[in-house]
């Protein structure tokens, strides 16, 4: 909501708090996918930025009839339209929407349709998938199995940052998800099919304690395919941190070259693993 209303307000050239967002209305957008695979700046940010960006172009044709300007010699700042250089002269955007309003007290361009709103769909013509590379220090406790992360450190790539606190929430809590996938979340069943953990009191999911402060480095490359720059970022935190972690408990216990087949990666799994480590290298 933040970033739409923020793209909104940039194309614009409004104030952010004058922009309100509606989302998941169906009586509002006649068509929509819905929110997933990391998409929403790619695709609701591109529809909102051409939608503002209509909206701007005849906000333009409206003010340059009221003040005798040509359009292209117009600029819209805080909501404000004015000639360049010359901001005494001005209309606002209020009152050029009220122009524009259906009726008799309509002042229009000749020819133009009344109403100040659009409509804008945004189908990539690609896939823009982010990038990232991730980082664990781990401790393990070789006689109970307890996995301890330490640090941890997220370089990531996911084009133009609209908002770089939004991006660094979406890695932070993406790698809260990606410990409890890695060393704490899994669903058991016995042989007959009965679910045994069916609570959160026996489902183990991350807290506070098991999640260390997350470094964040960003190295963006924007997208060529699409106008705002943008790629996701939703996604990366949580894909790429049961591999990472799995890799560094394998890596604080390379003397034993603990053989990790599966995640999570439990205690009980790694107190397994250590024991049959040892066992194969009894003589």
């Known amino acids: ?5 923020q793209v909104c307000a940039d194309a614009l050239g409004v104030p952010i ?4 967002v509606h989302q998941g209305d169906t009586e509002l957008v006649e068509h929509g996918g819905g929110t997933n695979a990391s998409r929403s700046a790619v695709t ?29 010699d117009l600029e819209i700042h805080d909501g ?10 001005r209309v606002s955007l209020a009152d050029v929407a009220a122009a524009a309003a ?16 659009a409509s804008a769909y945004w189908v990539p013509p690609a896939v823009t ?9 781990v401790d393990v406790d070789p ?16 084009g133009r940052e609209l908002n770089p606190t939004v991006v660094d929430g979406q890695q932070h809590g993406g790698v809260a998800h990606g410990i409890g996938n890695g060393i704490l979340e899994e669903v058991i069943y016995d042989d007959a099919g009965q679910l045994l953990n069916p609570t ?20 963006n490359h924007r997208t060529p395919l699409n106008p705002l720059g943008v790629k996701g970022v939703g996604e990366g935190g949580a894909t790429s941190a049961p591999a990472a972690l799995a890799n560094a408990i394998a890596d604080a216990m390379k003397p034993l070259r603990l053989q990790i087949d599966a995640v999570p990666v439990t205690p009980a799994r790694v107190k397994r693993w250590i024991d049959e480590a040892k066992a194969a290298s009894t003589p």
């Open 1 to 5: 909501e933040t970033v739409l209303a």
């Open 17 to 20: 708090d004058q922009i309100t």
């Open 44 to 72: 609701a940010g591109m529809a909102v930025r051409m939608g503002a960006e209509r909206i701007r172009e005849k906000a333009l044709a409206i003010a340059g009839h009221l003040l005798e300007v040509d359009p292209m």
């Open 80 to 89: 404000v339209i004015s000639p360049r250089g010359v901001p005494s002269i």
């Open 102 to 117: 259906p009726g008799p007290g309509a002042r229009l361009p000749e020819g133009m349709d009344p109403s100040l709103d």
């Open 129 to 137: 998938f982010g990038s990232s590379t991730h980082v664990a220090v």
């Open 143 to 158: 006689e109970t199995g307890r996995v301890a992360v330490l640090r941890y450190v997220v370089v990531d790539d996911c």
């Open 200 to 219: 959160f009191m026996d489902y183990l999911l991350p807290t506070a304690a098991d999640v260390p402060p997350i470094e964040v480095v960003h190295e």
